[in-house]
């Protein structure tokens, strides 16, 4: 769930706020496992950072760590999405609903969900909404 381990570590000493020793280190973006205990966390963001074919793993994980009604917060480019709808309906499946959704901007999409339970569908379930597509970049 994070992307620059280094700079999740720098964070608190770039803010004023000084080392914090008992926090837990960030866990590579390849992990879909992060360290961290079922529903410890307030908010979770996953900015960028949806770009494998595995998104519903990190999406149960996020679920897994967040408090009951914690928020989950999503800033992805929009043309990766060929239906938004769809991905929304998927991502209320896995136990969010959507608070707010800002589609104003023409290159990213944000996204506020909550935690509202463990996901509703079982791991075999398919949920189509979730398949983004690839990221074009383009000369401006």
């Known amino acids: 769930m994070f992307e620059e381990p280094e700079w999740a570590e720098a964070a608190p000493v770039a803010a ?4 914090v020793t ?4 960030p866990a590579a ?3 879909n496992k992060v360290p961290l205990e079922d529903e410890s966390v307030d908010v979770a963001v996953f ?3 949806l770009m494998g074919t595995n998104i519903r793993d990190f999406l149960e994980e996020a679920n897994r760590v967040l408090k ?11 043309s990766r999405f060929e239906d938004v709808r769809t991905f929304l309906r998927a991502v209320t499946k896995l136990g969010f609903k959507v608070v707010s959704k800002d589609l104003t901007n023409s290159h990213f999409f944000l996204f506020d969900f909550q ?4 996901p509703q569908v ?3 379930a398919q ?4 398949k983004l597509q690839p990221c074009l970049y383009k000369r401006r």
């Open 122 to 124: 079982g791991p075999k």
């Open 115 to 118: 935690k509202t339970g463990p």
């Open 29 to 31: 973006a390849s992990q």
């Open 47 to 49: 900015c960028l950072s």
């Open 68 to 78: 009951p009604g914690g928020l989950l917060k999503v800033a992805e480019v929009s």
């Open 127 to 130: 949920l189509s909404g979730l």
């Open 16 to 19: 004023g706020i000084g080392p």
């Open 22 to 25: 008992s926090w837990p280190l």
